[in-house]
């Protein structure tokens, strides 16, 4: 079945140290989403790419960053994770801006 | 994009119609009202848009009046694996670029 997939589903860093989370699909959707969810919350949005075309919104820190590197994959480099930066961590896609949007499973980020 | 703004919580019981309304008093001649569902440690599921009067799938109903301020998500007869988060949120049907923003849900616990 066409799917997202979120790779940890846990993972575990220390304070300051960067980690990367990865989001695929096999749906070949043009338009890949990362968002934040705290404990309790809604989901937040950090940024999208529509195809290579990165956007960013106005309030995500710098300590966040991504890349897609080609269609089905996109990666979440969290630089110097703070204790504020635990999360569940969702990745979403939709074959245009305007589309439902599909999400993975989610990849919950634990920080020490 | 307008706010929306749902109950924080409800409660049912199985079997039972549940009606969750969301109030859109801004809502713009291009937003489409989307509705979806958020079980614990997973990612949301698109359940139902609409635009206006009444929009069913094999989910839920959307009741949406005249004037577009208000929707109404039903569920028929709830089991307890309806017990989840749902999010009304408003989808802007224009060219920009504009992803979901999510408001602060409604927690529905369906008991036996």
């Known amino acids: 079945d066409a799917m997202v997939i979120q790779n940890p589903r846990y993972q575990v860093t220390q304070f300051g140290k960067p980690v990367t989370l990865s989001c695929s699909q096999t749906l070949n959707h043009n338009v890949m989403y990362w968002y934040q969810q705290k404990s309790s919350q809604a989901p937040k949005l950090l940024f999208h790419y529509y195809d290579k075309d990165f956007n960013n919104e106005a309030d995500t820190p710098d300590n966040f960053q991504s890349r897609r590197p080609n269609t089905s994959f996109c990666f979440l480099d969290i630089r110097s994770p703070g204790l504020g930066d635990a999360a569940m961590y969702l990745c979403a896609t939709s074959r245009g801006d305007r589309d439902t949007q599909y999400f993975g499973p989610g990849t919950r980020l634990l920080v020490l | 994009l307008a706010k929306t703004t749902q109950p924080i919580s409800m409660d049912s019981y199985e079997g039972q119609e549940v009606n969750i309304t969301c109030s859109h008093n801004?809502?713009?001649?291009?937003?489409?009202i989307t509705w979806y569902q958020q079980f614990p440690s997973q990612g949301p599921r698109f359940i139902i848009q609409g635009y206006k009067t009444k929009v069913t799938n094999e989910v839920a109903s959307l009741f949406i009046p005249a004037d577009r301020k208000s929707s109404t998500l039903s569920l028929p007869r709830v089991s307890l694996s309806d017990t989840a988060v749902y999010y009304c949120?408003?989808?802007?049907?224009?060219?920009?670029?504009?992803?979901?923003?999510f408001g602060s849900g409604t927690r529905l616990q369906v008991q036996p």
């Open positions: 949120l408003l989808r802007r049907e224009d060219t920009g670029r504009r992803a979901l923003t």
């Open positions: 801004n809502i713009a001649t291009n937003d489409y």
